[in-house]
């Protein structure tokens, strides 16, 4: 049976598709967005964070430096463990078994099909009475394609409905293996501009733009996302091309634009992975200034004829 690397299941969730959902978050992601929240999602691997907050002591405890292969890859500052040396460590996750206070959490496990499927499965009755069902998110869920399609496959043999959220970046040709699953497919525009896209979040944005055209021309229902970031994609400039693409090259074969307002979430996780967030001193608009600039691009939609909501939208249609 395929297997893959899931870091987080999320139960009873309502902004990624129509009804309450289970939501199945798997690793590894092509992309590097500077606003990106879940840090945690972006290598394939498994992987350890460290929460130094909540490390009782090496004198205490000193459990993980007793199972850790590679002693030297755990950090020390006053007796504390405050960090992780990657170039050290082995992945292999004792430190994070052993620790007793969380310390040390280990982001992402090996999963079977029929394990994700047992969780997806608890919540059946939640997904009958709200027209909700299953989403597969990441990281990129297609980075892990097969695991993907086998579990959007197994979802619908249980008749339960299967929504892809994917950034698109990936081979055109497994689309059609996917899709055969899928019922409602969530990405994103992120930049039209494939140069500042490349700046933002180290890929271009030709292939896709292409698959996403590929997706609406195979008439998959489709919702398109644009995460607004305050000096990156927001202005009208980039708005109104994003538009024109809807219109001529989606011939407006979409279900709706739903524009999300950033917020900087994850400084936690990127903490506790020893990274710097890109964003991190980035200064934000009001919250009602950015909530009518929102509105004020959802006008720029639909004076297109296009179906825009300010935020995700969680009806069906």
Not at 2 to 27: A, Y
Not at 174 to 193: E, G, N, P, S
Not at 209 to 237: D, E, F, H, Y
Not at 264 to 289: C, I, N, S, V
């Amino acid at each position: 049976m395929e297997t893959g690397i899931v870091f987080n299941i999320q139960h009873f969730t309502i902004h990624d598709g129509p009804g309450i959902r289970t939501e199945v978050f798997l690793k590894g992601c092509p992309l590097r967005c500077k606003w990106c929240s879940n840090p945690e999602s972006m290598d394939p691997r498994p992987e350890v964070g460290v929460h130094a907050a909540r490390c009782i002591g090496i004198g205490k405890c000193g459990y993980c430096l007793a199972d850790c292969p590679k002693p030297s890859a755990l950090i020390r500052s006053e007796g504390m463990i405050c960090g992780i040396d990657p170039a050290v460590c082995t992945r292999c996750l004792k430190c994070a078994e052993a620790c007793p206070a969380n310390a040390l959490s280990c982001w992402g496990r090996e999963m079977t099909v029929d394990e994700v499927m047992a969780e997806i499965i608890k919540d059946r009755e939640f997904y009958e009475k709200s027209g909700g069902g299953a989403t597969l998110s990441g990281g990129e869920a297609l980075v892990q394609w097969v695991f993907t399609r086998d579990i959007l496959a197994a979802c619908r043999a249980e008749n339960i409905h299967t929504c892809l959220e994917t950034a698109l970046h990936c081979p055109s040709d497994i689309l059609d293996q996917v899709y055969a699953h899928t019922d409602l497919v969530i990405t994103d525009i992120k930049h039209m501009d494939s140069e500042v896209h490349r700046a933002n979040t180290g890929v271009g944005n030709r292939l896709i733009l292409s698959n996403i055209k590929q997706t609406a021309n195979m008439g998959i229902p489709l919702i398109v996302r644009i995460p607004v970031i305050p000096g990156v994609n927001s202005g009208a400039a980039n708005i109104r091309a994003t538009a024109r693409f809807i219109t001529e090259e989606l011939k407006n074969q979409i279900l709706r634009v739903e524009l999300l307002p950033y917020r900087p979430l994850g400084l936690e996780k990127y903490q506790a992975l020893g990274r710097d967030h890109p964003m991190a001193d980035t200064e934000l608009p009001e919250e009602e200034q950015q909530k009518k600039h929102l509105l004020d691009l959802v006008d720029l939609f639909e004076a297109e004829g296009i179906r825009a909501t300010a935020g995700a939208n969680t009806d069906r249609n």
